[in-house]
């Protein structure tokens, strides 16, 4: 796999600020799913010592999740940039002759469903992280908590970006019982989402 953590940051803003459509919209919401959970794996990082000892245990264990999503997050903005190419590729297929227009009618409906799913699969994650921290708002370092709201933040926008990028494919996808239970999915996981964020902002709010 192509390591697209170990291009500057500049150069990723580069190319996305660019005319080229990849990285797009997918791609922006791992990122920005990595910096939540970099800012989560912070933070347990950080309830550590004598006063932290009852949840040492809780901790490691949510660093270890945490540092596993990140490259997880790289994966699938690899998977994004892919599926959205491959897209683009049944796009340009011919379509002169009627046996033509099927099969890039049908690559275009498999491209669509694989540009859906990927998204799909990083607002499981970004579901499986935020509740997480949700979980265990009340157990982290106080010091920090901030860093432990703004990982939900982050999650929750790169949940959200996920869903975009989902919905924009479902257009494309010829089959309706496909369509039907991603977008069911996909609505069940921004409404999680948005339920844990804002459970969990309370939370850090109460503790500043």
Known sequence: MI??????????????????????????????AALGASMGSMVTRLTTGSKFESVQSDMDAITKQMADAVPR?????????ESFEAYMRALALPRQTDSEKAFRKQAIGSAAVRAAEVPLSLMMLCKELMQLLNDSVMKVNRNVISDWGIA??????AMQSAW????????????????????????????????????TIGAVRSRL
């Open 3 to 32: 390591e697209i953590w170990n291009q500057p940051i500049r150069s990723f803003l580069e190319k996305a600020g660019s005319a080229s459509p990849t990285p797009g919209g997918g791609s922006a919401a791992a990122l920005a």
């Open 73 to 81: 997050c790289e994966a699938i903005m690899l998977q994004d940039m």
């Open 152 to 157: 939900a933040l982050m999650l929750e926008a």
């Open 164 to 199: 975009l990028t989902v919905e924009i494919n479902l257009v494309s996808i010829p089959d309706a019982a496909a369509v039907s239970r991603m977008r069911e999915q996909g609505v069940a996981l921004e409404r999680d989402g948005n339920r844990l964020k804002d459970m």
